[in-house]
């Protein structure tokens, strides 16, 4: 048996292994997964190993194999904020698609919400309860779990806000299967950041504050023309793929549009015309495409501004 720093590859586990995994969970177990059918960029090679466990339980027994067999192992949401390599991911990647990850409930003010649901559908479900925050957050592609991890929000605007500003707890799973509930005082949020990165999101506890329904309904198709006018959201991409520089007087977009680099090729990628810091997948776009467009920004802007672009987007 091979294996790559002391960890085990899927390819190395015999037949008999992974037949044990499957008999343990209920949930989808399946041995080189195309990525790219998961990634919103429409790009990725294969996962070894794909696991939609069907509630925590099974997710505490896949987590538990990954560690007997020193198998590394990855949490992919919605795939809207993700590069995924040409050759895929090694090892195994664990996705919260069941229902009883999408389970949603409102008392009073308070919503509860499985991380698998998605952004799309947690905000409607806040606002035919009438409940008002998550507005700004419509046209957001992915589920609660990346949306949380990410702080995924707005910008500079402050009509736009962040997740986290309204979020109460978070209920968690550790490496080991421990599930402990954080309170908001120990969470921290930051731009497109959180402190959630050693643990799997499974459920959130939000607090809203009382709305009318046909107002925030309308308010909520007023921020997805917003997006539609400024956004790329007809072609594959992973949204912004740079991070504003923090107190700079221009945003990327700006930047990579006074730099006259839109519309810039690099095999099937390019800069989209429409927002500067989107990276759309325009033809069977491979990631070492999106990653060569990347690297021609980061030596541009670095060259005319002398700033060292950091990626919003997680590279895998
Ligand atoms: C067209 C378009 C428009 C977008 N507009 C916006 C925008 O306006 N604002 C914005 O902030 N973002 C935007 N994004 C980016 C993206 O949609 C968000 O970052 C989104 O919240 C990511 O969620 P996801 O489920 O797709 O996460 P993924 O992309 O699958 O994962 C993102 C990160 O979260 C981690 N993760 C996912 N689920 C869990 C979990 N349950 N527990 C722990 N970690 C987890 C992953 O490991 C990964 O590191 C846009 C993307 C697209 C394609």
Redesign the pocket.
């Known amino acids: 048996m091979s294996s790559q720093r002391g960890l085990t590859l899927i390819k190395d586990m015999d037949d008999k292994m992974i037949d044990d995994l499957k008999k343990k969970i209920k949930g989808k177990v399946l041995l080189q997964e195309n990525l790219g059918r998961?990634?919103?960029?429409r790009i990725g090679g294969p996962a070894d190993l794909w696991v939609e466990p069907h509630d925590p339980k099974e997710l505490k027994k896949a987590l538990l194999f990954a560690k007997e067999n020193k198998t590394p192992f990855?949490?992919?949401?919605?795939?809207?904020?993700?590069l995924v390599s040409d050759s895929g991911i090694k090892g195994m990647v664990i996705h919260?698609g069941s229902p009883h990850?999408k389970d949603m409930s409102a008392k009073g003010g308070t919503v509860t919400a499985g991380?698998?649901s998605s952004?799309a559908s947690l905000v409607r479900f806040c606002c035919n309860e009438g409940l008002t925050g998550m507005e700004s957050?419509v046209?957001?592609?992915?589920?609660?779990?990346?949306?949380?991890?990410?702080?995924?929000?707005?910008?500079s605007n402050p009509i736009?806000k962040?997740?986290g500003e309204f979020v109460s707890s978070v209920k968690?799973m550790d490496h080991s299967g421990n599930i402990r509930t954080i309170k908001r005082d120990r969470i921290e949020f930051g731009y497109?950041k959180s402190n959630?990165?050693s643990?799997?999101?499974?459920q959130v506890v939000f607090k809203l504050e009382k709305g009318d329904k046909e107002v925030l309904n309308s308010s909520c198709s007023k921020f997805l023309t917003m997006?539609r006018q400024k956004?790329?959201?007809d072609v594959?991409?992973?949204?912004?793929v740079f991070k504003n520089p923090e107190g700079f007087q221009f945003t990327c977009g700006q930047m990579i549009d006074m730099l006259g680099l839109k519309g810039k090729k690099v095999g099937g990628a390019e800069i989209s015309e429409k927002h500067g810091n989107?990276i759309v997948n325009r033809k069977g776009a491979t990631a070492e495409d999106v990653k060569g467009l990347i690297d021609f920004v980061k030596s541009k802007v670095k060259e005319n501004y002398n700033i060292d672009l950091e990626l919003?987007?997680?590279v895998?």
């Open positions: 998961h990634t919103t960029f990855v949490v992919v949401g919605g795939g809207s904020n993700l919260l990850f991380a698998g952004i957050l046209g957001i592609p992915g589920t609660l779990g990346g949306a949380l991890y990410m702080n995924a929000g707005g910008s736009f962040n997740i968690v497109r959630l990165s643990c799997i999101i499974l997006k956004q790329a959201l594959p991409s992973a949204g912004c989107f919003e987007i997680k895998m």
